[in-house]
């Protein structure tokens, strides 16, 4: 069962553009969304990361938001440039017991100058 | 960001030999270890979840005798592929996390398993 489910599988932005990637979860006790960027051949890296209780997190050009209601989550990556182009998992987790991550099947972002 | 190094980055092997993969948290220690394996161009699946001195959890259809799991100490874990055949050639990734309240794992740069 696929607890997480993200969109879009690949994204093709021109630099300075606005990509969104969003996600959706179904277990209702996840309660941390973090977001990771992941290089060819290289592991991920922690992007950010949100809670339940807030609706928008913003760290440099990075910007989640959340809706609870909705069960969604999204990425916005501001003024998009070249380097920016990797694959994105969304992931979410519980803050208890394991705290294992789920992982999205991730958006491969590709940015043209 | 904490720092979490994995050797060897890549390793090629002979079908039926073992292959032992390191997994350190350098700067902090890590009450709790990931095991992921990620196939090319697919999202990472967790495998097991280890805690330093216990025996790790595998998650369903990882075979515990396949993949041998040891979290010897606070900042390290070893992840055995017994027996490798080609089907196990892969890219294996670990992650750590501290203890205490924090959610946040940090990944390895991965281990780049080829069977021949």
């Known amino acids: 069962q696929q607890q997480v489910k993200q969109s879009p599988q690949s994204l093709i932005v021109q630099k300075g553009g606005i990509p969104i990637i969003n996600c959706a979860y179904e277990?209702?006790?996840?309660?941390?969304f973090p977001w990771y960027q992941q290089f060819p051949g290289k592991g991920p890296a922690l992007l950010i990361a949100?809670?339940?209780?807030?609706s928008e997190k913003k760290e440099g050009r990075f910007t989640i938001s959340f809706n609870k209601s909705a069960k969604q989550f999204s990425l916005h990556i501001m003024d998009s440039q070249p380097g920016d182009s990797a694959t994105y998992f969304c992931a979410a987790s519980k803050s208890t017991g394991r705290r294992a991550l789920t992982f999205g099947s991730g958006t491969r972002l590709q940015v043209q100058p | 960001g904490a720092v979490v190094s994995q050797h060897p980055s890549r390793v090629i092997c002979k079908s039926g030999t073992s292959v032992k993969i390191e997994c350190r948290s350098l700067?902090?220690?890590?009450?709790?270890m990931f095991w992921y394996r990620q196939f090319p161009k697919q999202s990472l699946m967790l495998m097991a979840t280890?805690?330093?001195?216990?025996?790790?959890?595998?998650e369903q259809g990882v075979e515990k005798d396949k993949f041998l799991i040891n979290h010897a100490s606070l900042t390290l874990s070893t992840l055995t592929v017994t027996s490798a055949h080609p089907e196990d050639s892969s890219f294996y990734i670990c992650?750590?996390?501290?203890?205490?309240?924090?959610?946040?794992?940090?990944f390895g740069p991965g281990t780049r398993l080829t069977v021949l």
């Open positions: 992650s750590a996390r501290a203890g205490g309240l924090t959610d946040t794992q940090y």
């Open positions: 949100i809670r339940p209780d807030v």
């Open positions: 700067d902090f220690q890590a009450t709790t």
């Open positions: 280890s805690n330093e001195g216990s025996k790790a959890t595998y």
């Open positions: 277990n209702t006790a996840f309660d941390y």
